[in-house]
Every structure is written in C-alpha cells, then in structure tokens.
T-cell receptor, first 115, second 114 residues
Framework: GAVVSQHPSWVICKSGTSVKIECRSLDFQATTMFWYRQFPKQSLMLMATSNEGSKATYEQGVEKDKFLINHASLTLSTLTVTSAHPEDSSFYIC???????????FGPGTRLTVL | AQSVAQPEDQVNVAEGNPLTVKCTYSVSGNPYLFWYVQYPNRGLQFLLKYITGDNLVKGSYGFEAEFNKSQTSFHLKKPSALVSDSALYFCAVRRGQAGTALIFGKGTTLSVSS
C-alpha cells in the first residue's frame, strides 16, 4: 500500500522559534496533500490543502502566515509553524492523495510541544 | 456541506462480543465514506471505505461496515471484539470529488474488556 512518512515524529521547541515538519509520499506521487491538526482526544481538523506547484488553500480560521505550507514536488510537502507559541502545541498529521485516488494515505503524525 | 456524526463518545464491549460503532452522514450528492482507527500517539490506519457498490463493506482486521442510504448511516461492526481493538475510531466523509479532503467525525473511543 501507499506509504506516507512524516519527519520529525516529535519535536520540542522554545516559544518564538519556527519548526518545519516534512510529509513525504514514499512510493507514489501525490498531487494533493492535506494537513490536519489534532488536539488530545479530539478529532482531526483540516488546516489546509496543498497542490503541487501552487499555493495552499487554507481553511477558515487558519493563519496562513503562521502555518506556511509548501508543496514543491509530487512527493514532499512541508508545514512550517512560524514563531511558535504554547497554544500551537498539537499533533499534526498529513495525508496524501490526488484526483487519481479514492482515498487518502495518512502519515504517522508529528507531536509538537512548544515550551 | 458534507458532515458525519458519531453520536457516542465511548463504546464498551466485552471481548468476544459483537461491537458496533455508529456513524451517520449528511451529504449533497453521492457519499464517499471512510473508517479509520487511531492508537495512542499514532497516525490513522485505514479500515475500510464505501465508494459505490455493495452496501456491506469488508475491511481490515475483521471489521465491516454497512451503508444504509435510507437511514444515512455507515455503522462500523465486528462480530467478535478483541482487547487489541481498543482504540479511537473515526468516521469520515470525503468533501467532494476524488482528491478532496476528508471531514472527520469527533471520534468514538472503543474499550474492549477481557
């Protein structure tokens, strides 16, 4: 099956620093990647949709200047949390797919803790 | 807008008993429905999907789901629960055409006791 990886799996950073999370589709090309955020014991909330080579589409209420998304190739999307604050601490999950796929393939998630 | 509802926060069953995790949906057009499972601090694992075809969908780890159009439901079932099935289960609906995002229910915690 299709495999999606995320790196790092967990990260701790100081308030005010920026953190980059990578999402890779390992054995297929993903024209579309999605970024979700999950608080403890809660559902996944879609943050943004990124299409390879174009700007990401952000969901209402998500600050695009704070959560920078880049999808420069068909196998890599990155999420950069800029000037992170403790309230940005969360579990970030990416998924990959595209119009050729009926389902999405999820990465294992990245646990971000901002001190 | 597409949405799914999981009316139960938690479901408790004894090992060996059948289990059902409920999901109802609200969509415009054809529904594309999914079930995922999540173990603590892990990503989502795909269980099964309904795109079209038979109303009874068989998936991974012995799970199945029944698509019921008249009741707008897509309940997840398993004939005999295992302790290892204890996890957080999410129902999801695809927002639109292939390649669009999934909209998730709030999740249901399944607890299987030995």
């Amino acid at each position: 099956g299709a495999v999606v990886s995320q790196h790092p799996s967990w990260v701790i950073c100081k308030s005010g620093t920026s953190v980059k999370i990578e999402c890779r589709s390992l054995d297929f090309q993903a024209t579309t990647m999605f970024w979700y955020r999950q608080f403890p014991k809660q559902s996944l909330m879609l943050m943004a949709t990124s299409n390879e080579g174009s700007k990401a589409t952000y969901e209402q209420g998500v600050e695009k200047d704070k959560f920078l998304i880049n999808h420069a190739s068909l196998t890599l999307s990155t999420l950069t949390v800029t000037s992170a604050h403790p309230e940005d601490s969360s579990f970030y999950i990416c998924s990959a797919g595209g119009s050729s796929y009926n389902e999405q393939f999820f990465g294992p998630g990245t646990r971000l803790t901002v001190l | 807008a597409q949405s799914v509802a999981q009316p139960e926060d938690q479901v408790n069953v004894a090992e060996g008993n059948p289990l059902t995790v409920k999901c109802t949906y609200s969509v415009s057009g054809n529904p594309y429905l999914f079930w995922y499972v999540q173990y603590p601090n892990r990503g989502l694992q795909f269980l099964l999907k309904y795109i079209t075809g038979d109303n009874l969908v068989k998936g991974s780890y012995g799970f199945e789901a029944e698509f019921n159009k008249s009741q707008t439901s897509f309940h997840l079932k398993k004939p005999s629960a295992l302790v290892s099935d204890s996890a957080l289960y999410f129902c999801a609906v695809r927002r639109g055409q292939a390649g669009t995002a999934l909209i998730f229910g709030k999740g249901t915690t399944l607890s299987v006791s030995s």
